[in-house]
């Protein structure tokens, strides 16, 4: 077995963070894998490289990856024959679209095609790429049941196998490290955002929630993990409502553990989510979270959450009886921790190694559900 991941660049992310800690494992387990990165952009790059993680930057700018820029189909073609690959695992539009149209007229290397979230292409000829190019793709993997529904409606026009597989955790990248730049942050209740500042995330909802409940709850701060095009914004926005020593814009940070350890709840006030691989870090410490009814992670972590709609008045309300009820507090807290327990890389690596045996033997799993 040989496997190439394949994806448009590696920015940060929770997509990314899931790729680094999967191959990561594969290394321990001396499975011989690729990462194409057809870009050969992305911040986290770099700590890729750095873990020594076999990587092929088939790219030099996002230039590269645009839709009919077709130079990088053929180079990928190339890479795939050179490389005697038996399984091409794609996730993100840029790394599934190509993937394909390389492999189009190539039924001997098995295509996965890992879908991530249900954000719905606004350019028509996406959306159509993504259904005519389901022909190419030998089985999906979906994050979720409502990503796999969304896949089902928006991609599966050649009606594949369709799987859901649940993102995982790495303990091992979960340990926390003495940051002194963090001390700020002890003695405060920090409520955390954690991911990319793009505007599904609505961050906005969560600094308005947080002035609303500041007065009540003075030890209440807000920290916001990432980095996007939502930055100027939301620090405006913060202004605005004279939140400067209550919300924290912390960057990209590689310590994600740390920032968790000191934290006491997570909110995810999204429109849209394919599965939060930052909910499922932050159950692994034990923080309750509250999302909205969009967060597919709900499927499996709803007795560990609070769940109202994306509106700054149902989120402040949640985080008020998260900071005034201790006892709803902890029992939230301790079930986090149960079902994140379940939910380890090593597990999810095994799991999906069996499914890569299956797929080469042409005996896929009836159950839709790999769990």
């Known amino acids: 077995m040989r ?3 394949v994806v448009g660049g590696l920015p940060f992310g929770g997509i990314e963070n899931l790729l680094f800690d999967i191959c990561r494992r594969l290394q321990e387990l001396g499975v011989r894998f690729k990462v194409v990165n ?6 986290k790059l770099p700590e890729f490289m750095e873990a020594r ?16 820029s077709l130079p990088t189909a053929v180079r990928l073609k190339r890479l795939v024959e050179e490389e005697g690959a038996s399984i091409v695992h794609s996730m993100q539009f840029s790394g599934d679209y190509f993937s394909r149209l390389a492999l189009l007229f190539n039924r001997g290397v098995k295509v996965v095609t890992h879908i991530h979230n249900i954000k719905r292409e606004k350019r028509f ?7 005519l190019l389901s022909y190419r793709t030998d089985a999906f993997l979906s994050v979720s049941k409502a990503v796999y529904d969304y896949v089902e409606r928006e991609h599966n026009l050649f009606k594949r196998p369709n799987y ?7 303990p091992e990248r979960l340990k926390p ?3 002194p730049e963090l001390a700020f942050l ?29 007065g009540k709850h003075p030890d209440a701060v807000l920290a916001v993990v990432g980095e996007g095009g939502e930055m100027d914004r939301l620090k405006e926005l913060t202004r605005s409502l004279s939140l400067e020593g209550r919300v924290f ?33 932050a159950a692994y410490f034990g923080l309750p979270a509250v999302i909205t009814p969009a967060v597919p992670s709900k499927e499996i972590l709803s007795e560990a959450s609070i769940v109202v709609p994306s509106e700054v008045d149902s989120f402040a309300r949640a985080m008020d009886r998260l900071l005034s009820e201790p006892k709803l507090y902890f029992e939230l807290s301790e079930r986090a921790r149960a079902v994140a327990s379940g939910l380890t890389v090593d597990r999810y690596v095994g799991r999906l190694l069996n499914f890569y045996d299956s797929l080469l033997s042409g005996k896929l799993p009836r159950e839709r559900v790999l769990f």
């Open 38 to 43: 057809l870009s050969g952009t992305g911040q």
């Open 53 to 68: 993680i076999p990587i092929v930057n088939l790219g030099s700018g996002l230039k590269d990856i645009k839709t009919f």
């Open 249 to 281: 814009f912390l960057g990209y940070r590689k310590d994600v553990a740390s920032v968790l350890s000191l934290s006491y709840a997570l909110l995810v006030p999204s429109e849209y989510e394919g599965l939060s691989i930052a909910h499922l870090e």
């Open 3 to 5: 496997i190439l991941y």
């Open 177 to 179: 490290r003495p940051s």
């Open 125 to 131: 000829e996406r959306r159509l790429f993504n259904r």
């Open 164 to 170: 859901v597989f649940y993102n995982c955790i790495n």
């Open 186 to 214: 002890k003695g405060k209740r920090v409520f955390l955002c954690l991911g990319r500042l793009v505007p599904q995330k609505r961050y906005d909802v969560a600094i308005r929630a947080l002035k609303l409940i500041s």
